[in-house]
């Protein structure tokens, strides 16, 4: 089976592996789509070398069907459509005890700490698949992942019916987290500088705003009649996005910071303490979280067909990440690992 | 009646003027005693100058006993003994309308935006009044204010019993957060890098670490077994205090936003996000939490003879602010307003 290497150096090689055989409570899944995810961008870009056992096959978002399995595993059969939620937790430490598994101390995430899905054959542990319904096509399985993050987000940040959100950053994961609010009964408003990316959050029918217009601290608060919103969710990375969604938010109004800030970054406790703001970090997922993505996607509520840029096969993987790389005209790419299996 | 004013350049003088009159719905009151915040502190040097109108009579926390009351006041007689909540807000802006006026978006704070208790008689309206219980004496009831901001903070910590805290910070509102947070139930360190600080912490029974030392963060990770604090409040309003209290939590564990940092301070989004923590801003008080702080004050919880340093006559404000400006060997100084009345 052909499989994609992350060969350090920003490159990628492809070569022909034996497919693994299922142990004791694995199964062998014939992998059918891969989402690539800005992670795995930074990946490429050798951001994550520490963390990375070159060569790797990486992909963490991904969809597929039961090839075969192993002694012992009760719930799978062959033909089975699954996701696969990716994270292995230790189970001893602080944060397993108290029932967070999914923020363990010693967490592995599948994909980056361990050799991922961009293949075409992949064997991981039955603990770790989730089923897909059969009418769920395999490609909006493979965004299982990413819908799942935003439902976590959305939790985190205790949207409910009727409040008034701003999503900072409108790429694949601001415009989920904002169907997601959308379909927690939430009026929500991207910020996002990219026209492309605001073309497709108001294709989605969203509202979109333009940080570089400077109207959006009148608009916002003429939307909210001078209280500002419910919650705000940080998902640019930058610094500019922070202190937008920071003054945006009313009285005792949330921040949900999703976005990965790798150093430290000013913020303004000044408005934190003023206005008794909440920041909460919200990181991965739980079970229910991704049960419940798959809820969504197979309940149409996610718009599958705007946010999935292009299909290409695995022989392609430099190409889609030189594609995502462009910035432009771009969402979402999968890469499609079914031709030849 | 004699008034203590604050006349700008960092300057106190003392006047005459004569009591004023209570109006319909206001109480005057002869003040017992004021304690000087560093709020006060932070008057004289003129980083409120945009608030104050100089001269001012300043000082918001205080005791005293009803002199007379104007028309329409019906539950308070000449006697009675009081502290005041000083806050008043519109009712009207969308932070009262939620039912947060502690933080309405026009808050006078009583003592800063208009005149404060540092007189020997003080005009109020009725509905600020809270009501002494007997058995406590007026010098106590003068720390009902800042008690009440601890009351507040470890209310929005949600701080519940068992739970191990960290406080950095061991000045007054410090401790005061320490001795609430054990009244609740909470095992307490305080990190404090003054000794004459730590040494009054450890007076009060609490257990005090020099971050200093280097050694605080292995204390802290032995105490808690490796999972981290429950909850830390950051009162120092220092980076290196801000820092503290991010690393020492575990996973989903709160920081209680309480010291003022005026300008934006680098926090660790990364920690925020990787742990999941929760960051929550706490500013002054409500009703309730006033009224709490009477009854820990009443139950003799709150170490009064332990915080407070010195108690001077009116005629001495200047040099009572000179001894907390020196920063060592004291902790809360009373004014007495009652020589003369």
Redesign the interface.
Known sequence: MLAALYAGDQTFRLEQHPARLPGPGEVRLDVAYVGICGTDLHIKHGAMDRRVTIPAVIGHEMSGTVAAVGEGVRGWSPGDRVTVMPLEWCGR???CV?G?QH?C?DLVFVGIDSAGAMQQSWTVPERLLVGLPPGLGLDAGALAEPVAVAVHDVR?GGVVPGERVLVVGGGPIGLLIACVAVAAGADVVVCEPNPYRRSIAVRLGLRAVDPADGEVPATLDTW?????VDAAFEVSGSVAG?DTATSAL???GRLI???????????????????????????VYERPDFEKAVKLLDEGVIPVAELISAVEPLDRVPAAFEALESGTGVMKVLIDCQAGQ
Chains 1, 2 share one sequence.
């Open positions: 430490c602080p944060a108290a967070h923020v101390h985190r909210t009649g001078g209280a500002g922070l009313r009285v005792r910071v999703v976005a990965i800030h790798s150093q430290p970054v000013p913020v303004d406790l000044f408005r934190v303490f003023w206005r008794e703001l909440v920041l909460v970090g919200a990181r």
